[in-house]
């Protein structure tokens, strides 16, 4: 057994904070795993989507919910799903490939993305100053998630709640993709 | 505060005080700078840009081309700043500028007396001779005695941002068209964005004393405004300014968020906005022009329409005795207005052949003549008729008609139309896609016209885009009176009627250009500079084009018109830039090891958008070659560590995995067993090489390629190009884990002593257990899990071993806590840089994109059994030539000479030209290993050259070095090292 044991580090410490009643946190202990849905089975990924999390499989540019609300599937591709639930341990890939068996390809991607949860009201207000996309209440409603570029980085963004949205993007430029969301907050609080 | 009249929209409880060069004033919330210096009596404002001629207010609004000045002080100091739509803040500092001494007594208005000799092109035809003059001393005479104002020459201070708005309709411009449209398409149920450079929403309603549904035009607005801003589906912007037209519905918008505030408090200043609108109404209004007579530039000569606004909205006078010069009926409003205000009038001159419109206590009325000529040098003292009557005043209002703003729908390429009635340029040709024009934008000058046009431009927009008009009616308003019959310049003898008061272009400039062949309104521009610089001529270009037609005989429309381009009105360079300054450019990508690393002594190289660690510094070392031999030697003599996880990594899954890789890289992957790695060499269609890296094999259909750090992104983007265009029916999947794993190449004789001690047990690293190229899916440190790969890249026996990336932090520092008993090295990608050429492994500088296989000496590597990428177009018979370049190894006859990148090679004697050029060095480093420069490079046919001495020439650091050809792998050619 080595001497050494390693301990995982959020890409940005855990960061927590408010501005004026809007909320900017790293969302620690978020799992993401890349699901591929193999050439022409994607009846069979929908199939296991909806008896291992009882949710629908969302089309390119959505998530849905898994029925105990804890697990997000967001359609990253036409052949790529995300699904993202908390879970503290570096064995993610190998729990969703544990319930979908072998509808799809598994990569874990936790350890690619470092996640932001934004919520309050000025979470709109702030992601205009940096995010092209039309996140109107209406026009990018609950559980939209789209992939798109902000400050050069690629990212997802998903809504979660009526002003709560969950942004990735790649965890090797955390530190950029936070200064970002957090000067935008600074900049309209 | 001597000039102020009753009434107005300013705030008489918010008196707020300023100075104008140092002198005292104070004006009141609500005012402009301009409207504050007309109230404290300022009549001169700036000079001229050529001939230092005095200048006065102008115009009321963004045209306005002679009240520049220079805002704030010290590192806020903003130039070429317009008095017309700067509000006035507690405090505000402004200076005037283009001067030599004061204002009043500017040393370089004697340039005016010289004006005969500098007339339009002047420049071109005097500063010819000789040559060698126009650097050293004209150009810097010429640059220091005409411009405007002057930067500070330090840092902005201030922020800038950016910002993304969408919306079904934007509605650009809050006059009445303006209004009526956005409430109009706002109650159809629209997300509608309102948009007006003015801080005080309601255009030229705020100016006028125009009743709209039984309450001034201004309350009227206010309401309205009152009540857009109050929707939700509204967004209201004010002191924003749409400044271009773009593809697809989107719009520029420049917002001045704090410009008129003491202080910004750390939020930015100015916001460029990208509004991407799916329609836009164009009511942007119409800019007054003048009429160009002798000396029509005197400060209190002022466009009508401007005169107006300042006394009903800023309650201030230009002059105490005013004095009208119209063409239209528009003057005779002027004269009410100020009538009814209590303002003197000297006279209303009408150039029509018309019966009054009105008469005014003490006022001469004049119809049939013109100003000819005006007196006052520094402030209008009288003006001269046509019919030789002189009459005194200190303020000329001028009446020339108006032209619609039909900028932005130039934007696209759209060419405006002229409209004989109105004697203006209106919307004609092709709109920007999804606009509509409503109001005086549109040459609808009548207020009841504009509010109706308003309202019926939004219904059709938002029926077009499937909502329900609203039922909302226009409010009851009048059509004004807006006759007029054009006259474009009245001669005046010897002097100059000035056209362009920006650019100080009189009519005679004009006539002067068009008599030597500049008949194009596009040369007369670039020839006179008329309607450059700040105003774009807002106020010159039709009248300048009026007089090029008289000149030439023509009509307007046959002579032709300039189109606009964006930006409307100027835009800061920092509100483009937004946010991106400094360390804020672009974004950086740290790896996992970034921190431990910085606590180490790194110094960091960008390589992409990565920061990787260039080198080590340990104390004493006296700079980076110390640093870098010693990490060489550390490594090669025990063990050293490198942060590699900056490499692609592309995680590559499906049944057809295999087919896949086989048709990526030149060489065979097909066979590859789990559990192994194989170097491999991908190339373009054309045959030349794209990357190379290694892919490994992690289990049946699951591979992990690497590719080099700079190509990362295309490799991905071309592997995702052949699976979904050349490769369809292959069940092929991947995805990116550049990021997932933090990544360290362990290399060095103890390099396997030092992984035992942080690998778990059960796994068997040894060289039977783990061979040269194996790969596998391992733990570490009690069961994180790991990926490890027997490759190298330093030549030495190494691994790469990778954890996920949260776990990288405590990697490096566990790693080089095992290592401490062999004295383990970090190194940098210097050292990295100096193994890999040691041991002759092409990198960037060779994989340049013009290189082949062969080039490279790995020509063997494209297979003959199979078909790959770029194998057909690789067989073309200039890239297999027998005197293709060949990658060798080069070492200095004089061991003592350092070699230079760069370099060409020549034979020895061999003239240094490109029929003699034999190929270049592409990669130079001192080995600390050899102890003497070496180097990679292509030589012709090098490969059959071994031994040959020939010259490596550099002509930019002028030196001539004889190199020996030698093989590339300087290090342990026959690869027992990395085997061991």
């Not at chain 2, 201004?218 to 967004?235: D, H, I, K, Q």
């Not at chain 2, 019966?355 to 049939?368: E, K, M, Q, R, Y």
């Not at chain 2, 440190?781 to 330093?794: A, E, K, Q, T």
């Amino acid at each position: 057994m080595p001497d050494f044991t390693l301990t995982e580090k959020p890409a940005l410490g855990g960061f927590d904070h408010d501005f004026d009643g809007t909320s900017l946190k790293e969302n620690v202990g978020l799992a993401i795993v890349s699901v591929a849905i193999p050439l022409g089975g994607d009846d069979a990924v929908a199939e296991a989507l909806k008896s291992a999390y009882g949710a629908d499989t969302p089309v390119v540019g959505d998530s849905s919910l898994s029925k105990d609300g804890a697990t997000r599937i967001i359609r990253t591709a036409t052949d790529q799903l995300f699904v993202l639930f908390q879970h503290e341990t570096p064995d993610a890939a190998q729990i969703v490939a544990g319930k979908l068996g072998d509808a799809g390809y598994y990569v874990d991607q936790t350890h690619n993305w470092v996640g932001l949860t934004l919520d309050g009201p000025l979470s709109r207000a702030a992601l205009e100053r940096v995010c092209a996309m039309n996140l109107h209440k209406d026009r990018f409603p609950l559980n939209k998630a789209e992939r798109t570029v902000m400050e050069h980085m690629g990212a997802i963004v998903a809504r979660t709640g009526e002003d709560a949205f969950l942004l990735l993007s790649a965890s090797s430029s955390a530190g950029s993709y936070l200064h970002a969301i957090e000067t935008s907050l600074k900049y309209v609080s | 505060m001597t000039k102020r009249l009753d009434g107005g929209l300013i705030d008489r409880s918010k008196p707020l005080n300023f100075t104008f060069n140092g002198k005292k004033m104070q004006g009141f919330q609500g005012d402009t700078l301009a409207s504050g210096l007309i109230a404290n009596g300022q009549k001169i404002v700036g000079r001229s840009f050529k001939y230092h001629r005095p200048r006065g207010i102008f115009t009321s609004g963004s045209e306005e081309p002679n009240a520049l000045v220079q805002l704030r002080s010290g590192a806020h100091q903003e130039p070429n700043t317009r008095a017309t739509v700067a509000e006035l803040f507690e405090g505000l500092t402004a200076t005037s500028q283009n001067h030599r001494g004061s204002l009043e007594n500017d040393i370089m208005g004697g340039i005016d007396l010289l004006s005969p000799f500098l007339s339009a092109g002047f420049y071109y035809k005097t500063f010819m001779w000789p040559k060698s003059f126009w650097e050293k001393v004209y150009e810097p005479f010429i640059r220091s005695s005409a411009g405007l104002g002057r930067l500070s020459m330090e840092v902005d201070p201030d922020s800038y941002d950016k910002g993304h708005a969408h919306c079904d309709v934007l509605v650009i411009g809050s006059g009445p068209a303006g209004l009526m449209a956005a409430l109009s398409a706002a109650k159809s149920g629209a997300e509608v964005i309102f948009a007006d450079e003015d801080a005080l929403m309601g255009g030229r309603l705020n100016a006028e004393t125009f009743e709209v549904g039984g309450q001034s035009g201004s309350e009227w607005a206010a309401a309205t405004v009152a009540e857009l801003s109050s929707m939700s589906n509204v967004r209201v912007m004010n002191r924003t300014t749409v400044y271009g037209s773009y593809d697809h519905g989107i719009y520029g918008a420049l917002e001045r968020r704090t410009d008129h505030l003491v202080s910004s408090n750390g939020k930015p200043r100015q916001i460029a906005w990208k509004i991407y609108s799916k329609r836009a109404i164009l009511c942007a209004g119409a800019t007054e022009r003048s009429i160009a007579f002798g000396n029509n530039d005197r400060p209190g000569i002022m466009l009508s329409g401007s005169v107006r606004t300042y006394a009903n909205r800023f309650a201030v006078t230009p002059g105490q005795s005013v004095a009208i010069l119209t063409n239209n009926d528009d003057g005779w409003r002027t004269a009410a207005d100020l009538h009814a205000k209590g303002v003197d009038l000297a006279a209303v001159v009408d150039t029509r052949d018309t019966s009054p419109l009105g008469s005014f206590t003490g006022a001469s009325i004049v119809t049939g003549a013109a100003v000819k000529d005006t007196k006052g040098r520094k402030g209008l003292q009288n003006i001269t008729l046509t019919n030789g009557q002189t009459i005194q005043a200190d303020c000329l209002a001028v009446a020339g008609g108006w032209n619609p703003n039909v900028h932005l729908t130039c934007h696209q390429r759209g060419r405006p139309t002229w409209n004989e009635d109105l004697s203006a340029f209106v919307p004609g040709g092709e709109l920007p896609p999804g606009m509509i024009v409503a109001g005086s934008a549109n040459g609808t000058y009548g207020l009841a016209g504009c509010l109706a046009e308003g309202r019926d431009a939004a219904n059709t927009t938002v029926k077009d885009l499937g909502f329900t008009a609203s039922r909302t009616q226009a409010p009851k308003a009048e059509d004004e009176a807006s006759s007029v019959t054009p006259i474009w310049h009245v001669p005046a003898g010897k002097s100059r009627c000035w056209i362009d008061l920006q650019n100080d272009v009189s009519s005679k400039d004009v006539k002067l250009a068009s008599s030597e062949g500049y008949r194009s309104v596009e040369l007369l521009k670039r020839y006179t500079t008329l309607g450059m610089a700040t105003d774009q001529g807002k106020t010159a270009n039709v009248l300048g084009l009026a007089v090029l037609a008289e000149a030439q005989g023509k009509s307007i429309p046959e002579t032709g018109t300039t189109i606009f381009r964006p930006p409307y009105t100027p835009v800061a360079m920092g509100a483009l830039g937004g946010r991106a300054v400094g360390l804020d450019f672009r974004p950086f990508r740290l790896t996992p090891s970034h921190k431990w690393a910085e606590e180490n002594g790194a110094t960091f190289v960008e390589a992409g958008m990565w920061l990787r660690a260039q080198w080590y510094a340990k104390t004493g070392e006296q700079g980076w070659r110390d640093s870098v031999d010693r990490e060489v030697i550390a490594t090669r003599k025990s063990v050293g560590i490198c942060d590699v996880t900056t490499l692609g990594k592309i995680d590559i899954q499906g049944k057809d995995a295999a087919a896949f890789l086989n048709k990526v890289y030149a060489n065979a992957f097909g066979k590859l067993a789990a559990g192994k790695v194989r170097y491999g060499l991908m190339l373009r269609e054309d045959g030349i090489v794209m990357d190379d890296g290694t892919t490994a094999c992690m289990a049946e259909n699951h591979y992990v390629m690497t590719t080099t750090t700079a190509n990362a992104g295309p490799v991905f983007r071309h592997l995702d190009f052949c699976r979904q265009v050349l490769y369809p029916d292959m069940d092929v999947h991947i995805i990116s884990v550049t990021d997932g794993w933090a990544q360290f190449a362990v290399a060095g004789p103890n390099a396997r002593k030092l992984l035992q001690k942080v690998v778990d047990e059960q796994h068997d690293i040894s060289n039977e257990g783990f061979p040269f190229m194996a790969c596998g899916e391992i733990s570490v440190c009690g069961g994180v899990p790991s990926r490890l790969f027997r490759i190298s890249f330093s030549g030495e026996m190494a691994y790469e071993i990778a954890v996920p990336s949260q776990y990288g932090d405590d990697m490096i520092r566990a790693l080089m806590s095992a290592g401490e008993e062999f004295d383990a090295v970090p190194y940098g990608t210097e050292a990295l840089g100096v193994m890999r050429i040691e041991k002759g492994h092409a990198a960037g500088n060779e994989l340049t994109g013009q290189t082949s296989a062969l080039n490279l000496g790995l020509g063997g590597m494209v297979s003959k059994n199979k078909d790959c990428i770029g194998k057909t177009l690789s067989k073309r018979p200039d890239m297999n030539r027998d005197d293709v370049w060949n990658l060798v190894g080069l070492q200095p006859v004089d061991k003592s000479v350092p070699l230079n990148a760069g370099a060409h090679f020549l034979e020895k004697g061999a003239e240094p030209n490109m029929t003699n050029d034999l190929g270049w060095m592409t990669s130079v480093a001192y080995s600390p290993s050899l102890g003497y420069s070496i180097g990679l490079g292509f030589v012709k046919a090098g490969s059959t050259r071994k031994g040959d001495v020939i010259r490596a020439w550099d002509a930019m650091r002028k030196k001539d070095v004889d190199v020996e050809i030698v093989s590339a792998h300087f290090i342990d050619p026959e690869g027992e090292r990395l085997r061991a």
